[in-house]
């Protein structure tokens, strides 16, 4: 069974910075991709960045320039760093990993991390 374990949400002011940090149960890069997406109150859940397992990496528009993903390996643990953060980055933010196995692709969920900017 796949762990994944979100730390590193908080209440922050708009502009500021904040890292989330997402550590898995094994290799990272074992999965196809791992990525994190985020989910406001009233609104569907949405995928903010991704990184597979070659390297790529995919971001929101509205995250574009903002923030980053990134991957240690070493670690077990991707991140999510984000910088100059909006009011409307205010979500519960999720790790997911997903790994494809026989053509069935299987997702996997950490428990969440709120994020509040607000001033």
């Known amino acids: 069974q796949v762990q994944l374990v979100e730390s590193g949400g908080g209440l922050v002011q708009p502009g500021g910075s904040l890292r989330l940090s997402c550590a898995a149960s094994?290799?990272?890069?074992?999965?196809?991709?791992m990525g994190w997406y985020r989910q406001a109150p009233g609104k569907q859940r949405e995928l903010v960045a991704s990184?597979?397992?070659?390297?790529?990496?995919a971001y929101a528009d509205s995250v574009k320039g903002r923030f980053t993903i990134s991957g240690d390996n070493a670690k077990n643990t991707v991140y999510l760093q984000m910088n100059s953060l909006k009011p409307e980055d205010t979500a519960v933010y999720y790790c997911?990993?997903?790994?494809?196995?026989?053509?069935?692709?299987?997702?996997?969920w950490g428990q969440g991390t709120q994020v509040t900017i607000s001033s």
């Open positions: 997911n990993a997903a790994q494809v196995t026989t053509g069935t692709t299987y997702n996997y």
């Open positions: 094994r290799n990272i890069f074992s999965f196809y991709a």
């Open positions: 990184i597979i397992s070659s390297g790529g990496r």
